[in-house]
């Protein structure tokens, strides 16, 4: 069973910072690209960022030079550091991984971000 759990998710003034994290068990987690997306309120759920197994990283437009993702395969994790935080970041923030045409999420952590 493949699980996903995010933390490090809070309350935090615009131009703030913080880090996310995502630990995976359940699967060889150095096998698959993870991902981190956000969902709004009343918005639909977006990608924010993506690691390949290789390391590669795609980030969405809106985040680009501002969020870094990595990932930590000896600790099956994978991390999405925020810099520069803005009030429109707000969001529940999913860990997500596809293994063998399965997709698995975490339950979400909250970011809040106060202008």
């Known amino acids: 069973q493949v699980q996903l759990v995010e933390s490090g998710g809070g309350l935090v003034q615009a131009g703030g910072s913080l880090r996310l994290s995502c630990a995976t068990s359940?699967?060889?987690?150095?096998?698959?690209?993870m991902d981190w997306y956000r969902q709004a309120p009343g918005k639909q759920r977006e990608l924010v960022a993506r690691i390949t197994t290789g390391g590669s990283t795609n980030y969405a437009d809106f985040v680009m030079g501002r969020f870094t993702i990595s990932r930590n395969n000896a600790q099956n994790t994978v991390y999405l550091q925020m810099n520069s935080l803005k009030p429109e970041d707000t969001a529940a923030y999913y860990c997500?991984?596809?293994?063998?045409?399965?997709?698995?999420w975490g339950k979400g952590t909250l970011v809040t971000v106060s202008s």
């Open positions: 359940g699967t060889i987690f150095s096998r698959y690209a």
């Open positions: 997500h991984t596809l293994v063998h045409i399965m997709n698995y």
